[in-house]
Structures are given as structure tokens and as C-alpha cells.
């Protein structure tokens, strides 16, 4: 069974930094896309980065230039090193991944369970 497991939330200041990590376990032959979500008390989850497995990469207009996605291939992992935190930042972060679990299926979208990220004083 392929699984993602998020790691780094945790309580922060405003204007404090936080990094956020996830790995990929289990078996499986390749991973495509790697995303960063969130969702917010009340609100919907929401696409907060994208990498893909070549390294191009898109933002969230509301966190460009202050969060930074980045992915290790040889371990299975993508961050997401978030900078310049506002209280409207918490939320409860998901890492999401395309993976493919044999060269006879087809990409499965993979979440993990989230980690949650607070930004008060």
C-alpha cells in the first residue's frame, strides 16, 4: 500500500517560517506530480503548490514569493518551506502525489493525512 506522510506543522508567529515535509512509502515504480493543499476552518481545500517530477513548478497567487515547493526524487519526498506567515496561512496542510504503482496501472492520486499549521501570537 502506497502511503504519504506529512511532517513539520506546528504553532508559529506571524512572519515566522515553517517547513513542511512528505515521503512516499511503500511500493510503487513512479511518482509524477507532487502538490502541497490546504484547508481552513469553513473553507475548502485548496491547491497551494505544484512540482512536477522534471521540476516545473506553479504557485498560489496568495503564497508566491513566500512559500517554496522543492522535491528529492531519490527520496520520494516534496517540501513545501513556507516563509513570511500570516494568520490567514493555518490551516491544515496535504501533501498530494500521482503515483503509479505498476507499469500496468494507471497515476492514482495519493493524499496524505495532513498536518496542521497555526499562525498566531
Known amino acids: 500500500q502506497v502511503q504519504l506522510m506529512e511532517s513539520g506543522g506546528g504553532l508559529v508567529q506571524p512572519g515566522g517560517s515553517l517547513r513542511l515535509s512528505c515521503a512516499a512509502s511503500g511500493s510503487f515504480v513512479s511518482i509524477n506530480v507532487m502538490d502541497w493543499y490546504r484547508q481552513a476552518p469553513g473553507k475548502e481545500r485548496e491547491l497551494v503548490a505544484t512540482?512536477?517530477?522534471?521540476?516545473?513548478?506553479n504557485y498560489q497567487d496568495s503564497v508566491k514569493g513566500r512559500f517554496t515547493i522543492s522535491r528529492d526524487n531519490a527520496k520520494n519526498a516534496v517540501y513545501l518551506e513556507m516563509n513570511s506567515l500570516k494568520p490567514e496561512d493555518t490551516a491544515v496542510y496535504y501533501c498530494?502525489?500521482?503515483?503509479?504503482?505498476?507499469?500496468?496501472?494507471?497515476?492514482?492520486?495519493?493524499w496524505g493525512q495532513g498536518t496542521l499549521v497555526t499562525v498566531s501570537s
Open positions: 512540482i512536477t517530477s522534471a521540476g516545473s513548478i
Open positions: 498530494h502525489a500521482y503515483i503509479l504503482r505498476s507499469w500496468v496501472d494507471s497515476y492514482l492520486g495519493i
